[in-house]
């Protein structure tokens, strides 16, 4: 009992003094460390040039820090980054400066590809720069606080323009309307087609993307009508007009996923198949502009009403109906002597399988009417090209 008498008369004591010195106890602040590191950018503006991409551009300058005496290192760090990344290891573009280098500069190369590689910024936005310095000293006897300095500048981009269209319009003294815009196919909506009539005079192909609006120009800058050729396009600021010269009938077609455009005049007009067959032992000819499925999903019995002939090509038909699923062909006339389409000369089965690209074969004889595409089931969709002897299905 006495020795938990004395054990509670230490504790009590200790408590006040503890208590005692609690109060008269200070905070004191380290004192501030007098840095003597400056930092400045030549300039707080620039607009990244295309034209002198590996120039530097934004140059960064910076005094030494304070000079610490011991055995202490000075080491300096400086960081790049767009303001709103607070320096992520991710973003940051980091180097270790040598010894007695005070100044970092950067091209207008680097800093567009930064942002549109690494950093991921919207395509012609304006964005803010940040740079920061960092000196930090290791080694010696004492904890020295780093300087830090950090500076911000505007960037405007280098004019990215994209080879992609929202719209897509035909324009020029060439067209009759005030620029037309043009439809999509219904077999590819990166294909945009049109058949209209154009006067002696200029075309031009404007697109507008996400409200600017850019030109379709021949790779080249060659305005000369290529009649009937595919050419490769690109996308420039200012048009470059293609020269009719006749009037008539035109068909324009703009691929956008390929970068090609072909310009039909009524000398290089595309024209829907024509083949020839019998009919009750008569020579029958038909201009194809239509076509019946025939097979399982029908009822063995001819339907139409559900082919499309597309605008970039009147040979190219798209079948947009009720889903189908096993043995079809396709025909041009609802007889069983007709002209078909199919995937065989032999008689035989062609499976198929969604999205991939079948020979096409066509004839009258019992050879290709005894052949058939075997449909996947939920086949809704199907691009039928003549011209090249191609069928692709799918489910859409």
């Known amino acids: 009992m006495k020795k938990i008498a004395y054990l509670y008369r230490i504790l009590t004591f200790s408590i006040i003094v503890c208590g005692v010195t609690a109060c008269n106890y200070e905070i004191v602040d380290i004192d501030n460390v007098p840095g003597t590191m400056t930092l400045q950018s030549s300039s707080t503006e620039i607009a990244l040039d295309a034209d002198h991409l590996t120039d530097d551009i934004i140059a960064f300058t910076w005094k030494p820090a304070r000079p610490i005496l011991n055995d202490h290192i000075i080491l300096y760090t400086s960081k790049l980054d767009v303001v709103g990344n607070n320096f992520g290891s991710s973003t940051t573009i980091m180097n270790y400066e040598d010894d007695g280098i005070f100044s970092r500069s950067f091209t207008s190369e680097q800093i567009q590809n930064w942002a549109n590689e690494k950093w ?19 080694g010696g ?4 606080a780093p300087e830090v300095k950090t500076v911000t500048v505007r960037v405007q981009p280098i004019r990215t323009i994209v080879f992609d269209a929202d719209k897509v319009f035909l324009d020029g003294s060439a067209v009759q309307e005030s620029k037309m815009e043009l439809g999509t196919t219904v077999e590819n909506d990166n294909i945009y087609a049109q058949v209209l009539h154009l006067e002696p005079g200029e075309l031009i192909i404007p697109i507008e993307y996400k409200g600017e609006t850019n030109y379709l120009s021949p790779t080249d800058n060659d305005g000369t009508l290529k009649d009937g050729e595919t050419i490769n396009v690109v996308v420039r600021e200012n048009p470059v007009s293609w020269k009719i010269e006749n009037a008539g009938e035109y068909r324009v077609v703009i691929d956008m996923q390929k970068a090609t455009a072909a310009i039909y005049s009524p000398a290089k007009a595309l024209q829907p198949a024509v083949v020839q067959w019998t009919l009750d032992g008569a020579m029958q000819t038909t201009i194809v502009n239509d076509l019946w499925e025939y097979g399982e999903p029908t009822g063995w019995s001819w339907r139409d009403g559900n ?6 090509d009147p040979q190219v038909f798209v079948y947009t109906g009720p889903a189908m699923n096993g043995r079809t062909k396709f025909g041009i006339h609802p007889t069983n002597q007709s002209y078909v389409y199919t995937g065989n000369n032999t008689g035989a089965d062609t499976p198929v399988t969604h999205g991939t690209t079948y020979n096409v074969f066509s004839g009258y004889s019992a050879n290709e009417r005894n052949a058939y595409f075997r449909l996947p089931s939920g086949t809704n969709f199907i691009v039928l090209d003549i011209r090249n002897k191609t069928l692709v299905a799918s489910q859409k």
């Open 141 to 144: 006897p004492t904890f020295e």
């Open 307 to 312: 082919w499309t002939q597309s605008t970039a």
């Open 120 to 138: 991921k910024l919207p395509v012609n936005i304006p964005f803010t720069l940040e740079f920061r310095v960092t000196a930090q000293w290791e």
